[in-house]
């Protein structure tokens, strides 16, 4: 949403804080659907913008503004934004107020406020996320969760942000603060250390079960039954069809099941040397779908980006699967041999998710749309994958 729909709610969002203080920034990207807000202390208004825009044209402009709004002040070229009681000390403890900087994280039901507090030598840096929405609380106290779960288990919660604080605030939207990680890089190659951390998560809460009795399965059927009333008659058959499909090649299957981050993807993980940082931990699940990760890092940034995604780029993803599959879940497991049915979970889940998440069918999502004509296409990447099986 823009600054201006912004600014009422986060009013809203502050405005019953007793012990808040009255904070002032100056505002980026302020026609855009993410604006920033940020200190007017000039070398903590570039941290943020280098924290929390990736785009190197997007941050190039955000600097350029910041520079001439410097030189140039009568013009006023960018606006100030002024909000009493806002509740640095709940979410941050004794963290300087006046170098906090604002984003707003992506429109829709789930959205959330994204706010960086800054350490004075760089390495104490903080940032937490607060719900915007009512209807995305329940994403922030996951990830609030998560965290503190996976934070008790050494050998996860060296990949891991730390958890600092969490809670509601006084208007009643759920809050949560962590230690930042490193800048690193993100690695948009699925390699060694991708293999290392989703192996030690899959060890964190391993099960074996019939898959139409696994947790993952029901979870996607009764979402898939919930949204039918959102879809048109055409996709309603196409979903239906799919979970036909699944119970046919796999119900009666005994499959593995794990912990899975949920939206595993190159700009939710930072990489320092050799060693991966991964957050956004609102999506994870406790029993899910051994592959999803997998497919899910190698996938959804094709698709966001358009990309043709064809039925031989499919087999020879599932290609890689399938030896993904044997390294991190052994030959015996069956995964690797089910590999193509999983493909067709992770493609109906993620698509009942996104309509789920926005409360209707958007037929012009990249997502949405090159998902649902993979599903369209099943038979012709399960024929290739079966005829070049061993």
Not at 40 to 53: E, G, L
Not at 104 to 126: A, E, H, M, R, T
Not at 148 to 174: D, V, Y
Not at 314 to 340: H, N, P
């Amino acid at each position: 949403m823009s600054l201006t729909e912004l600014l009422p709610q986060l009013k809203t969002l502050c405005g019953e804080q007793p012990e808040g203080s009255t904070m002032a920034w100056k505002a980026l990207y302020s026609s855009r659907k993410q604006p920033l807000l940020v200190p007017s202390d000039v070398p903590k208004a570039r941290r943020a913008i280098a924290f929390f825009i990736r785009n190197p044209v997007l941050r190039y402009w955000g600097n350029l503004m910041l520079t001439l709004d410097i030189w140039l002040p009568r013009l006023q070229l960018l606006p100030k934004v002024r909000i009493e009681h806002f509740p640095h000390k709940t979410i941050f403890g004794n963290s300087t107020p006046s170098h906090i900087a604002l984003f707003c994280g992506s429109p829709g039901p789930l959205q959330k406020v994204i706010i960086y507090s800054p350490d004075s030598n760089g390495i104490q840096d903080k940032v937490a996320k607060v719900a915007l929405q009512k209807s995305a609380d329940e994403a922030i106290a996951g990830e609030a969760y998560w965290l503190h779960k996976l934070n008790g288990t050494p050998l996860i919660a060296k990949f891991l942000p730390r958890l600092l604080m969490r809670g509601k605030l006084n208007s009643e939207r759920q809050y949560f603060s962590m230690q930042s990680l490193p800048q690193g890089i993100s690695p948009k190659l699925f390699g060694k250390p991708h293999y290392e951390f989703l192996r030690i998560l899959a060890q964190q809460n391993p099960g074996v079960s019939s898959w139409n009795q696994s947790q993952a399965y029901t979870r996607l059927y009764h979402r898939t039954q919930s949204m039918l009333p959102l879809v048109n008659d055409s996709l309603r058959k196409l979903w239906l069809d799919a979970l036909t499909e699944i119970e046919r090649m796999i119900g009666q299957t005994m499959l593995p099941t794990c912990i899975i981050h949920g939206d595993f993807a190159p700009w939710n993980m930072r990489q320092i040397d050799s060693e991966l940082r991964v957050f956004d931990w609102e999506f994870a699940e406790n029993i899910g779908n051994p592959l999803q990760d997998f497919l899910h890092f190698h996938m959804i940034p094709l698709a966001l980006q358009r990309w043709p995604l064809r039925p031989k780029t499919i087999t020879m993803l599932l290609g890689k699967a399938t030896i993904y599959a044997d390294r991190q879940f052994g030959r015996e497991s069956g995964v690797a041999a089910a590999s193509g049915a999983m493909l067709i979970h992770y493609l109906l889940d993620t698509m009942t998710f996104y309509v789920s998440a926005s409360g209707h069918m958007d037929y012009t999502h990249p997502v949405l749309r090159t998902y649902t004509k993979l599903l369209k296409q099943r038979n012709q990447w399960l024929t290739t994958l079966i005829a070049d099986s061993p």
